[in-house]
């Protein structure tokens, strides 16, 4: 079984900054990528960004020039750096790994962006 622990979700002021980290472990062999993905009720989960395993990033529009994902390949472990927070970008995070086509889900951080 993989475990993804999430952390460092908050409450934080409009134009604030903060950091969220995933960790995984248990039975990881071959990551395909990691990411982070949100959800706000009554809507779909959005991507918010995703790094492969040769460390190629992908960013939501929304997020795109704010937001930064990184990797740590030794601690399978990412970090989400948001800068520049906006009261829309305030949802539920979620960590994804996926692992020869099959993804595992953390259990949500909340981040919550007040104007």
């Known amino acids: 079984q993989v475990r993804l622990v999430e952390s460092g979700g908050g409450v934080v002021q409009a134009g604030g900054s903060l950091r969220l980290s995933c960790a995984a472990s248990?039975?990881?062999?071959?990551?395909?990528?990691m990411g982070w993905y949100r959800q706000v009720p009554g809507k779909q989960r959005e991507l918010v960004a995703s790094?492969?395993?040769?460390?190629?990033?992908n960013y939501g529009d929304a997020v795109k020039g704010r937001f930064t994902i990184s990797r740590d390949n030794a601690k399978n472990t990412i970090i989400l750096q948001m800068n520049s927070l906006k009261p829309e970008d305030t949802a539920v995070y979620y960590c994804?790994?996926?692992?020869?086509?099959?993804?595992?889900w953390g259990q949500g951080t909340q981040v919550t962006v007040s104007s």
């Open positions: 994804l790994l996926r692992q020869l086509n099959r993804d595992y």
């Open positions: 248990g039975n990881i062999f071959m990551i395909n990528a």
């Open positions: 790094i492969s395993s040769g460390s190629v990033t």
